[in-house]
């Protein structure tokens, strides 16, 4: 997966077709094709059809290209990936033009089309998710960027008659000499040429621009309202469509009154789709309040009596029990036998919504063999087969336009393709171009869950106080479960989603007996990845398990942790890190504790030290000291910002986020109940990254996990008080 | 039909009185640099200035704009302190999603514009109606503090 830090000659493998073509304005197009790894294609979807190994990349088409240089200077790159707020839009072309030695200031970025072509590196469908972007594509815009110059030298060459090694290149020209010729006045004959058998991509000793801290490219459209959001698509003939959807999962329609919907002004269409019934109007106003005079009767369901009390109560009864083994080793019975002291707890956490900040949406429009859609998606591979199937076309008469997403958080990535394959439908039933919206309250009550967890656990220590068994239950529900991916990721009944974070966990390998045992429990809540997935209450229940461990043990809980993970040097690296910047061991100002956890994720390395006051029982987090070793940062202020970005988001659902369910349905309803973290209650957040050059994690991730374990292990030291339910809410009250 | 004085033109659009701003603004003035985020004043992404003043528009009818001036991120660039505020926000390379960050940079210029020295303590009261589910809150304060020292 990762590219190795070297200058290695690349050689373009027989696998990897590359064309060179002129573009009908002029100009020269890269465009590769990468055979995918198979992992995750699924039956039906566009990559299925993916060129293979055989075809001729002649017949690759150039549309499907990763970058495109204009007789006038301009430098287009395309992004196989989405931007949601993670930087891609900046980081990708920082891999092209540090290879092709660009002027920065001639950059534009797109979003690239759905396409075989844009397919994962390593998942094979079109996805942005894992925190696995950066990685993924290193070596790929690398190469594209590689690949360009290497073509431009060779026109510049046989332009000036020179060898191609007497030529240089900087700042988007080929150098020779005095002479120097832009990358625009060379990309019509580099168009013509064949492209190299290999490439060396350069020697990191010689990047100019990965590494360094860059601005973002789409930060000037982002300040002055002119970004386009996939809400803000508008054009001549687009209606606006509100779904009323059933009040409990797994209701169905049994019959509706639409005759007061129909007089309201700007209302057009009232009409069933498979998911409710689609309120059709000129403009939002008209949609929502038509929606809101619709007389729906719904079938409830077999969940028209769903409790979270009744829920956990019994989660908790099957944690009781041992579910499918996820891992084991040594023998816990016989130590437990022998053992005197336990720590015995058992951890609850709620489903929690993603609740972008952008409500999702999508617009479609339909023409015979044809159809367009404009959405913020994560999964375009996903989405436009699943347009396809309901339309009965091709996936390639499917064309997807991705507009910024105004967040993502995995809600956006969903195998059920669920919010852009209903808008086909409402598309499809309405007969005219149409968009459909959803309000936050549609967001918040509307699914596609964090899933709900209860984790019991008991650990026996010895006399020093160290772990020598560990008794590990999950209860949840499934992620992978009924989904494409279920082949890949399920093995043996285990979820390895449900599981990440315990299973694999670097302190049960030092333990020698040990036992993490599952209940997949099934549901018709949907429930899907949300930020740092099972990672977001793995890391929680382990890294307050090892607090409660380390305090029943009398040891200090850095120390603690630094024996366990003695053999894990990423870890300890994170872990030290931090340490250092927090002045662990340091009294810390009157009133304030400090708390620390740390967690893998996704490939990376996460420290974390949280400064926390309770005061009339009241929790303020004052600062987060965050370390990280991701391996190579590309781009370290992004980094940072993902870092700060993963402590809000996690802080905010471990103070005070949950989605509840009473009589069948969702309690919450918007942002004044399902509350969200604030400028008022954000810490200082104090990134630090660990120079390190092991193999390339994620980012986008991997900060939030340890965040919650390390305020509620910062509670504990204020207070004596063990936080085992999130949120934290009045808990302390 | 109603006629409204939108960044500094008058216009008149088709819409019922009770229209929030919000709509009237991205389905009738196709301005889509305010956002949606949740329809009851509780995220901020909607706000923008009525007579100078930041509101929210998803909350405030259309009819209470008559007679007043509406003023939009789109505008920005024009207004004095906004284009300091956006200026701050380009150096301390706030933004992630942007969804959010027309509302907080309305927020934030409506804020600067009555408070030029505004501490942390103000900062928290006029900005924590604004929702950044990016987490750029402590960008959003560095900028904000770079902004006040700019216009010092
Ligand atoms: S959309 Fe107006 S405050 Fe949220
Ligand atoms: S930048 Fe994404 S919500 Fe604020």
Redesign the interface.
């Known amino acids: 997966m990762n590219a190795p830090l070297k200058n290695t000659p690349l050689n373009i493998s027989r696998r990897t077709f590359i064309k060179a073509g002129a573009l009908v304005v002029g100009g020269l197009v890269i465009a590769f094709s990468i055979p995918h790894a198979k992992r995750f294609l699924m039956p039906g979807s566009a990559a299925d059809v993916a060129p293979d190994a055989a075809k001729d990349a002649a017949k690759l088409p150039t549309p499907n290209a990763f970058l495109r240089i204009g007789t006038d200077n301009t430098i287009t790159v395309m992004l196989a990936h989405s931007e949601m707020g993670q930087s891609i839009w900046t980081t990708l072309p920082m891999l092209i033009a540090e290879e092709l030695d660009a002027d920065w200031s001639k950059i534009k970025v797109e979003h690239a089309s759905a396409a075989p072509e844009y397919g994962h590196t390593a998942y094979g469908i079109q996805i942005t998710g894992g925190s696995s972007t950066t990685w993924s594509e290193f070596d790929r815009y690398r190469q594209a960027g590689a690949l360009t110059r290497a073509l431009l030298i060779s026109a510049a060459a046989e332009k000036l008659g020179v060898p191609t090694d007497s030529l240089k290149t900087e700042n988007g020209f080929v150098i020779s000499g005095d002479n120097k010729i832009s990358y625009g006045d060379l990309a019509e004959a580099a168009a013509k040429l064949e492209t190299p058998k290999s490439v060396t991509l350069k020697d990191p000793k010689d990047w100019k621009i990965i590494g360094n801290a860059t601005k973002r490219l789409d930060g000037p459209e982002k300040i002055n309202g002119t970004a386009i959001f996939g809400q803000d698509i508008q054009f001549e003939g687009l209606m606006t469509a509100m779904v009323a959807r059933s009040p409990v999962f797994g209701g169905k329609l049994k019959t509706f009154d639409a005759s007061a919907t129909k007089k309201i002004k700007g209302v057009q269409k009232v009409v069933q789709v498979p998911t409710g019934v689609a309120v059709i109007a000129d403009n939002y106003w008209a949609a929502k309040t038509g929606r809101e005079a619709l007389k729906v009767d719904w079938d409830l369901g077999e969940n028209a009596s769903l409790d979270s009390n009744a829920l956990f109560a019994e989660y908790k009864k099957l944690a009781a029990t041992t579910g499918l083994i996820a891992a084991k080793a040594g023998d816990n019975k016989t130590t437990m036998a022998k053992s005197e002291r336990f720590v015995e707890a058992e951890y609850a956490l709620p489903y929690l919504a993603h609740s972008p900040m952008e409500p999702l949406n999508c617009a479609v429009k339909i023409e015979k063999d044809a159809c367009e859609i404009w959405t913020g998606t994560q999964m375009q591979g996903t989405d436009q087969a699943a347009a396809a199937k309901i339309l009965g076309l091709k996936p390639e008469q499917v064309k997807i336009h991705t507009l910024f997403l105004g967040g993502g958080f995995g809600r956006r990535a969903n195998p059920a393709a669920d919010f852009v394959s209903e808008a086909v439908q409402v598309a499809k039933a309405a007969g005219v171009p149409v968009k459909t919206v959803w309000s936050r309250e549609d967001d918040v009550k509307g699914g596609y869950y964090r899933p709900m967890f209860v984790h019991k656990a008991k650990i026996a220590l010895d006399a020093n106080g160290m772990p020598t068994a560990w008794e590990h239950v999950a209860v949840g529900q499934s992620i992978m479960l009924g989904t494409p991916f279920e082949a890949f990721q399920i093995k043996e009944g285990i979820d390895a989603t449900s599981v990440e974070g315990t299973a694999d966990s670097p302190y049960l390998k030092s333990i020698p007996n040990h036992q993490v045992s599952l209940h997949t429990v099934k549901s018709t809540v949907p429930v899907l990845w949300w930020r740092s997935v099972g990672h977001s209450h793995t890391a929680f229940v382990m890294e307050s398990l090892i607090d409660e461990l380390a305090h029943l043990a009398k040891k200090d809980p850095l120390e603690y942790r630094r024996a366990l993970l003695k053999d894990h040097p990423r870890h300890l690296a994170a872990l030290n890190l931090a340490a250092e910047k927090a002045n662990w061991g340091k009294p810390l100002a009157k009133g304030l504790f400090r708390g620390i956890a740390v967690h893998e994720s996704f490939g990376s390395f996460v420290a974390q030290i949280a400064e926390v006051s309770v005061d009339k029982r009241e929790v303020k987090v004052h600062r987060i000291i965050s370390a990280i070793d991701c391996g190579l940062a590309v781009n370290p202020d992004s980094l940072k910002a993902q870092m700060e970005s993963s402590v809000s988001f996690g802080l905010g659902a471990a103070l005070q986020s949950e989605i509840t369910f009473k009589d069948g349905m969702v309690v919450q309803s918007n942002f004044n109940d399902y509350q969200v973290m604030r400028m008022g209650n954000m810490p200082k957040v104090e990134v630090y990254i660990v120079q390190s050059t092991e193999k390339m994690g994620g980012v986008g991730e991997p900060g939030l996990p340890p965040v919650a374990p390390a305020v509620t292990n910062a509670i504990f030291a204020a207070t004596g008080k063990r936080i085992r339910t999130l949120p934290i809410g009045n808990q302390l009250a | 039909m109603i006629i409204l004085n939108i960044n500094g033109k008058e216009q008149s659009l088709d819409v ?1 009185d009770d ?2 701003i919000l ?1 009237a603004l ?3 003035a ?11 004043a ?2 901020g ?1 909607c706000t923008v200035h009525l007579d100078g003043q930041a509101i929210r528009s998803c909350i405030t009818p259309i009819s209470a704009a008559a007679g007043k001036r509406i003023t ?3 505008e ?2 024009n207004d004095k302190v906004g284009q300091v505020v ?1 200026a701050a ?2 150096e301390i ?10 509302g907080q ?1 309305m927020s934030a210029t409506a804020l600067l514009t009555t408070n030029q020295k505004p501490t942390d303590a103000d ?3 006029a ?15 560095a900028a904000i503090h770079n902004a006040a020292s700019k216009l010092a």
Request: charged fraction near 15%.
């Open positions: 019922a229209m929030p709509w991205r389905d009738f196709h301005l889509t640099g305010t956002k949606f985020g949740c329809g009851m509780q995220c992404a939009t991120i789109e920005m660039q956006q926000w380009q390379d706030v933004v992630q999603c942007g969804y959010c960050q027309s940079i900062i928290d009261a900005m924590s109606g604004n929702i950044c589910r990016c987490g750029t809150y402590p960008r959003i304060r």
